[in-house]
């Protein structure tokens, strides 16, 4: 029965020990989060704020406000730096039937008003344009 009892709680030990280590290893691995974008360049605007973040091979363009009176405390991103990030589409938006306007109207398109600005297309970027939930201005919500 003693050796019954010690198995068992090495078994259990055992196991803990491993999970841990699993789980140290998962949260240290920056390619197992596919919510980890890189920032590449912020471009300032009139009334916002444009960021380039790179995931794995493409290139995203986020929108952010440039103006946030009710933050106290910014924990503020910067370029080269990997951040988990949010993101939900801005643009295209989807109609009442359920389609989508397409990379390829978007790119004939002169360029899109979003507040003061207007926000061209590039070849370089997605034709989507994102918003960070966890993003007001440059500061990010851990």
Known sequence: MKNFIKITVGVILFFSYSCKSSEKLLNNDKTWNNKMYEIKK??????????????NDSLFKILTE??????????????????????????????????TVTGDFYSRVVGLSYKEDIIKPEKKSHNTLYIADNLKCLCIDN
Not at 42 to 55: D, M, N, Q
Not at 73 to 94: A, E, M, Q, V, W
């Open 66 to 99: 440039k103006i946030c009176p009710e933050i106290t405390y910014c924990n503020k991103i910067k370029r080269g730096k990997s951040y988990n990030l949010d993101l939900h589409i801005t643009f295209p938006t989807k109609t009442i039937l359920g389609k």
């Open 42 to 55: 912020i471009k300032e605007e009139k009334s916002l704020y444009i960021i380039y973040a790179i995931r």
